[in-house]
């Protein structure tokens, strides 16, 4: 398994992202959402990998949600820089963080951006656009196509 590392650009968020997949056979998305669209962000996930994302100073990590509400959009509020997001199928998304640190159904995207070997990501991202979808929809493609995520503080 391949770790990838990164975080913000202050290093309050740090980020760990393990897969078997190599930069190539990942799929690189670029959402058209204008959250994502305005950060320049390029996502990718895997199913069968595993993110841990680490927060030193919690109060500097910003929890950002727009459209149906189904995910948190983590940011570092003194570098501002957009890290990943991050999901649960009951909603009670990253509120409650120590389910998040124990709970299976954590799914999470990276940001290429965020990433230290971001330049070997280096494929066309592929554009989607998620806007038709309703909550279910959303809650099911993210359940199957996103990253098994845990998070620690401290």
């Keep these: 398994m391949t770790v990838h590392t990164g975080g913000c650009h202050c290093g309050n968020i740090r980020l760990e992202f393990s897969t078997e997949l190599e930069p190539p ?3 690189v998305r670029a959402c058209q959402c204008s959250f994502c669209v305005r950060h320049g962000s390029r996502a990718v996930a895997d199913p069968n990998g595993r993110l ?3 927060v030193k100073d919690e109060t500097q990590l910003r929890r950002y949600q727009f459209g149906l509400r189904t995910a948190d959009y983590l940011i570092c509020r003194r570098c501002g820089v957009y890290v ?3 999901a649960r199928d009951d909603d009670a ?3 409650d963080d120590d389910a998040i640190a124990r709970d299976d159904d954590a799914r999470a995207i990276v940001i ?3 990433l230290d070997d971001r330049e070997r990501f280096n494929q066309e991202p592929v554009r ?3 806007d038709t979808e309703n ?3 959303r809650q099911a493609r993210r359940r199957t196509h996103w990253t098994p995520v845990e998070m620690s503080f401290g």
Aim: glycine content about 0%.
């Design 52 to 54: 841990v994302i680490s």
């Design 84 to 86: 990943a997001a991050i």
């Design 112 to 114: 290429i951006n965020a």
């Design 135 to 137: 909550r279910a929809q």
């Design 93 to 95: 998304i990253a509120r």
């Design 128 to 130: 989607v656009d998620f």
């Design 25 to 27: 056979q990942t799929e």
